[in-house]
């Protein structure tokens, strides 16, 4: 009489080879997630894509072809906002004699991480992306879209190596 595990090792490895599928497909999925941030497609999946002017990139340590984490833009509408703002402040300085001094206008500008910068001078528009409402700048950049590579190829290949496994049982 003779015993056999099969049963048992082979439940052991298609939750293997299933754990392997899942896992790199959420892997595949947050690096294709990035790539298309990184790109500019995002806006075909109904993410706000945005140019920004007036940049300014307080990294004065990036040499030619590096990305700087923090610039800071613009857009159109805020141009337009400030420009207005700063024409009301000039109207009103004209009747400071009688009501006191105006304000100053302040200058809004927006936070965008990722943003390609020559080394010398600030580039002159960044497009870039918001994934959330509210929430954070991502530039169209070849660097976003080399570090969302890296879990797009692993979680291909993740994936991959369980279909493999569950094949295999």
Aim: include cysteine; proline fraction near 2%; hydrophobic fraction near 40%.
């Amino acid at each position: 009489m003779s015993v056999s595990a099969t049963g048992r090792t082979g439940r052991r490895g298609r939750l293997k080879g299933v754990s392997l599928v899942v896992g790199g497909a959420v892997l595949f999925a947050a690096g294709l997630f990035v790539v298309v941030t990184g790109t500019g497609l995002s806006g075909v999946f109904g993410m706000r894509v945005e140019t920004f002017g007036h940049i300014q990139c307080h990294d004065t340590r990036a040499e030619k072809g590096q990305t700087v984490w923090h610039c800071f833009g613009v857009t159109p509408a805020q141009q337009r906002a400030n420009d207005a703002e700063r024409k009301r402040v000039a109207q009103e300085s004209l009747r400071a004699h009688v009501d006191g001094t105006p304000e100053r206008a302040e200058f809004q500008r927006v936070r965008i991480l990722f943003a390609d910068h020559n080394g010398r001078t600030d580039p002159e528009t960044i497009t870039a992306t918001q994934v959330f409402d509210d929430g954070r700048w991502y530039a169209h950049s070849s660097t976003l879209v080399g570090y969302g590579m890296i879990p797009l190829l692993l979680g291909a290949g993740t994936a991959a190596w369980g279909g493999y496994l569950l094949r295999q049982r």
